[in-house]
């Protein structure tokens, strides 16, 4: 077979930029002096002049953004997971989220896939933090064909977002004719024994465990849920409904989550027994990426093995 083309998305993250930034001259991006590694320096070699480097800055990147913005400019405002939703969390909530301002975060090196940078920088706490603030949209994309396309879509809408990039190259799982929508999940696998929605990096891997388990005679339907907010109800209780269980796989804390977003519509809407499957209220460790995901049972072998247990 031929080997599966990977991309990490923080990769897509610089492409899109730079396609965006020939078709729309208000688009700025923001880094803090991680252009490098968040691949905003791709922009950067590109259009200088639309770049604005803030220095190890977080909290004063996300205000110049929101200034910006109220400027008639779309900025981007692009670090590390941890900074964008931990450090700087203030300055979003109140400068960015309460007067719903048109400023889209580039949040790069989510999850502990992050690898040997340790616990100080696998940020699996983003998604719970931006939940919880009103009217922000949350995208974590899975692929590269998945996340180009979120970036321009996160481009077009009106309204503060969320961008949720990985550093590990992630397997290219969408076809070049594939086409984001926004809030909408995808069909990615029909099955009728078990429904597994998966979002980011662990849609590749939920689809492999999927293939594991229909060696064990077990069906399961896998859901790419790429738009965490808003959350595409629909998809999960048609699922859930036909399936009458739900496995969630995530690489972040199961507190806050795609599984609490799964659960808080199942509980009220279509009860549903749900095992969430991420980082289990603990902290990372640095090591190796791929062995992190197998220590953590967030590789194709542990999905299926806590799938089959749940069932």
Avoid: W
């Avoid at 993250?13 to 320096?41: Q, R, S, W």
């Avoid at 450090?87 to 719903?100: D, L, S």
Wanted: hydrophobic share 40%; glycine share 10%.
């Amino acid at each position: 077979m031929p080997e599966v083309k990977k991309i990490a998305t923080r990769d897509s993250y610089g492409t899109a930029l730079v396609e965006l930034g020939k078709e729309h001259e208000n688009l700025i991006v923001l880094d803090a002096d991680l252009a490098e590694a968040t691949k905003t320096g791709k922009f950067k070699a590109v259009f200088p002049e639309r770049h604005i480097d803030c220095g190890i800055a977080e909290a004063n990147m996300m205000g110049i953004a929101a200034g910006l913005s109220t400027c008639g400019k779309v900025p981007f405002a692009s670090t590390f997971a941890m900074f964008a939703a931990g450090r700087a969390f203030e300055q979003v909530r109140n400068t960015i989220g309460y007067p719903h301002l048109n400023v889209k975060i580039g949040a790069t090196h989510a999850g502990i896939s992050v690898g040997e940078d340790g616990a100080t920088h696998q940020c699996n706490e983003d998604i719970a933090l931006m939940r919880t603030i009103p009217g922000m949209t949350i995208i974590n994309p899975s692929d590269d064909i998945e996340a180009r396309q979120a970036v321009k879509a996160a481009y077009e809408m009106e309204g503060p977002v969320y961008l949720r990039f990985g550093r590990l190259a992630a397997p290219i799982i969408n076809r070049e004719d594939y086409r984001f929508e926004l809030g909408k999940g995808v069909l990615l696998k029909e099955g009728g024994d078990v429904t597994i929605a998966a979002t980011g990096l662990m849609v590749s891997m939920a689809l492999e465990a999927a293939q594991k388990l229909e060696q064990d005679g077990i069906d399961a339907e896998v859901i790419n849920i790429h738009t965490i907010k808003p959350l595409d109800e629909e998809i999960i209780l048609t699922s859930a409904q036909k399936t009458g269980k739900v496995v969630t796989v995530e690489e972040h804390s199961v507190i806050g989550g795609l599984g609490s977003a799964v659960c808080d519509v199942l509980s009220e809407k279509l009860p549903t027994p749900v095992t969430k499957i991420g980082i289990q209220d603990v902290y990372g460790h640095s090591g190796p990426a791929l062995e992190l995901l197998k220590e953590f049972g967030l590789d194709s072998e542990g999905i299926y093995r806590r799938t089959k247990e749940a069932i």
